[in-house]
């Protein structure tokens, strides 16, 4: 039997860091600025919800997301918000591909509320911190995971209410007693206060609540979540693996998970919350530990889950992977398992350091594959040592052992702070605030590669041009011709083609006149993504349907 968890677990309850005054709430709203990638699909960043989550039972809290591909906010009406809401501390998400929007809106917060204190956060802050300090100048910067800090800086704001709070020297003494802090003095130098504090227990902490975020711009009119929104459940932080183009490993390098007990009972809550019906582990080991995943699978068949559910998760080429393991999941109506490949050839795996070899990760597929999970990969290209030998080599090897594959994605890398890629090379640093970047509107082209164009049009790397057409070809044929040649339908089949031919337009015409593109291809995007949207759902709801659930 699950349990229910109870309301308030250490080190969360407020009285036990500080005593709050009865009647005196601080009041924090945080803005989750636009990202130039959430033309795609929309992206509800969970990081500012689990912060939420954790100060709720003593702050009122809010937090407004704004990458719905259904609504967009203005920074107008971003300030209009803040203004109706008169928080004590405005807050700010901050990732890499937001970061240039992000340092706008907090300039024009500045010239708006001068007096209101303004605090940043966000993956960005792990690596970035200085960056965010310089450029968006906030008050304040968390660097780091932000439950355990944020709950301290707004308890201690809570004893300078009701008297409006100003960045001071008092606070800023006061201030230097938390952890993982990064301010300026009153001299203008940049101040840090040591490592963040972590959550060693992720159970520790409440569920997402989705009540405290715009939700109704992700779900419309009281919908069933059909887009992965609500149904896109983290339930581990951390890796243990060194990957040059990830920075998975920033959440205080080993993993850290929630217990089986724990991810079960969440489960349970966002079926009968959003009417989900299906789940998808967004961990970047869902096998590590194995017992835990082994445990996960037990408990949603023990629970009933798996007779309503399918469930979907990732994990790395290197973490375990066995017919059990596989088996289980199986067994508890899992209908896929994303695999992290990105590269299979030899020369590939040790140049983005995946230490594994091509035997290995092969009996893997062989296995996952063989236990009737579906299995979904991705190709990784435009590295620095990228040439189309190195494409040749590393498609013909994938393409060697497609049979083990249902789907997999073809994607350019773009270096994010924090990577050995990126540290190892300073030319291609801070492209996120490049005008080449920022000035960039989304062109059909990205809609149908599934990629910012700006990722092949920056050339972050210095790519040779035969090398950049290698790349564009292989997205090509190994993503779309690969991921649409089951097409039979003749109508659907024509369309495709039109895509094609349309998205090639698209490329040719974009960096010669963006306007011109955006002009000719409007209603074609439009058109377009709510037809993609459609497709995908479709072909899930396929996916599911032929899993039959085996137990009773």
Known sequence: ???????EISPFACGRLFPVPEGQRPRLLILVPRAKFSVFNPMLALGPLMVAAAIKDFCDVRVIENNSTLTVYSDDQL??????????LLGFNVVAPNAWWAYQLMAKARHAFPELVQIAGGLHAYHAAEEILALGQPDLVICGEGEIPIRKI??????????????????????????????????????????????????DLPFIDFSLTNIEDFLPLGKPDRQGVTSLVPTQRGCPYRCVFCKADFMAGKIRNNSADYVIANVARLQREFNIDTVTFADNNFTIPRQRAMAICRLLVASGLSKTLT?????????????????AMVNANFISLQFGLERLSEQGMNAVNKRISLDVAVEKLRIIKASGLKVFSNILLGFPFETTETIRTELA??????????????????PVPGTALYE????????????????????????????????????LFQLDEKTISAIVQAKKKYFLDFNFQRIKNPVLSLLFRLD???AYLSRWLYPRSMVLEEVLFWVPKILRSHLFSLVVRRYYKSLESHRPVENE
């Not at 039997?1 to 309301?7: E, R, S």
């Not at 300030?79 to 004590?88: A, E, H």
């Not at 938390?178 to 972590?198: K, N, Y």
């Not at 990732?314 to 017919?323: E, M, Q, S």
Request: proline letters at 8%; hydrophobic letters at 45%.
């Open 397 to 414: 090897t994938f393409e060697r052992y497609a049979a083990f594959i249902d789907g997999y994605q073809v994607w350019v890398v773009s």
């Open 311 to 327: 469930f979907r998760a990732w994990t790395n080429v290197l973490a375990p992977v066995d017919h059990e393991v596989c088996e």
């Open 424 to 459: 190892q090379n300073p030319h291609a640093q801070q492209w996120y605030l490049r005008p080449e970047f920022t000035r960039h509107r989304h062109a059909y082209f990205s809609l149908v590669f599934i990629d910012p164009v700006e990722a092949i049009l920056l050339n």
């Open 79 to 88: 300030l209009d918000i803040v203004r109706d809401y008169r928080p004590d």
């Open 500 to 502: 094609i031919a349309m």
């Open 1 to 7: 039997m699950i349990h229910p968890l109870p309301q």
């Open 154 to 203: 707004m308890a201690m704001l809570a004893q300078l209410l009701p008297v409006p709070v100003r960045m001071n020297d008092a606070l800023r003494r006061d201030l230097i007693s938390i952890p993982g802090l990064m301010f300026r003095d009153a001299h203008g130098q940049s101040v840090t206060t040591g490592p963040v504090e972590w959550v060693t227990n992720l159970d």
